[in-house]
Structures are given as structure tokens and as C-alpha cells.
């Protein structure tokens, strides 16, 4: 019988995209996290037909989401961004960031140390802040767009990524 193998949360890393002034995003390692826990809320169509005793249901779409805590740690590029949105409460395409997830148990084929990725659009929504003993935030990241696959690397250990669009 085959041992079962796990996969830690380690090995799905989050980064969040950072725009500069040049227009070129950086991808931040999300450090400090506490939670990440992302939730796929299908949204389902239920019916029940005449002729029949049972209810039907079809997934006609899904509003991704994501909740997240971190211990804020001072001078660190993510938090500061998340918390310059909630704090100053910014609204429309001004509180919008990419996240991009890369899975480490996935090496992508062709070239050494890239792995599996996707990126996608979230609406940065402030929820909470100060509980624990360290000064402690909440934030909910929702979906505003597609997710986009692609594959990821990095030159410097996984503190930030680059993320490369997978060809049709």
C-alpha cells in the first residue's frame, strides 16, 4: 500500500501584486498571515419540475473569496498597501490587487525551478483589526475577475515572484 503524501500549507504560496510608478507589478510574498482561507461559493440555479419529486441544481457561477489575518508588521510593502485601502477607506479600482498563488508541489514543465500558478483580480475589503496581544488585522480579498493560469519563478528565494501567462 502506497503512503499518502500531504500537502502543506507552505507549499501554496501567496504573493500580492504591488503596481509601481513605472507601471510594472511586483508580486510580495504574503508574510504575517495567520489565515488564508479561501472559499468558492458556487452559485447554484435549484429548481424542482412538476414531474418529478427532487430538486435539480446546476452551478452557474462562482464568487471566490478569500479571508485573511496577519499580525501587522511594521514597514512590510503588503500590509502597508492593504491597510492604506482600508484605512482610507478607497472604493472602486483604487481597492483592487492581484493575488497570485504558486503551487510548490507542482513543477511547471520546461524550466527548472518554475512551478503552476494563476493570478487573479480581488476587491480589498478592510473587516476587522486589534484582537491578540499583537496588533492583529482582518481583511477579505473578493473576486473581481477571471483567474488567469500561468507559471511562476523567482530570483530571490520566494520573497517576491514573477508570474508568466500560460499560452493557449
Known amino acids: 500500500m502506497a503512503k499518502e503524501t500531504f500537502v502543506k500549507k507552505s507549499e501554496k504560496l501567496v504573493f500580492y501584486g504591488i503596481t509601481g510608478e513605472g507601471g510594472t507589478t511586483t508580486y510580495h510574498r504574503m508574510k504575517g498571515f495567520s489565515s488564508l482561507e479561501k472559499s468558492d461559493n458556487p452559485v447554484e440555479y435549484s429548481r424542482t419540475y412538476v414531474d418529478e419529486d427532487m430538486e435539480r441544481s446546476d452551478v452557474v457561477g462562482y464568487a471566490p473569496a478569500i479571508s485573511a489575518s496577519f499580525d501587522q508588521i511594521v514597514g512590510d510593502e503588503v500590509h502597508d498597501d492593504i491597510l492604506d485601502i482600508v484605512d482610507n477607506e478607497t472604493i472602486g479600482s483604487g481597492a483592487v490587487r492581484t493575488l497570485m498563488v504558486v503551487d510548490l ?40 475577475g477571471p483567474i488567469e493560469k500561468g507559471t511562476a519563478t523567482s530570483n530571490d528565494e520566494w520573497a517576491t515572484a514573477t508570474f508568466t501567462k500560460a499560452t493557449a
Open 105 to 144: 508541489t507542482k513543477a511547471a514543465a520546461g524550466k527548472a525551478g518554475s512551478f503552476e500558478a494563476y493570478i487573479r483580480n480581488y476587491s480589498v475589503i478592510g473587516d476587522s483589526e486589534g484582537r491578540d496581544d499583537l496588533y492583529n488585522r482582518s481583511v477579505n480579498f473578493k473576486a473581481n
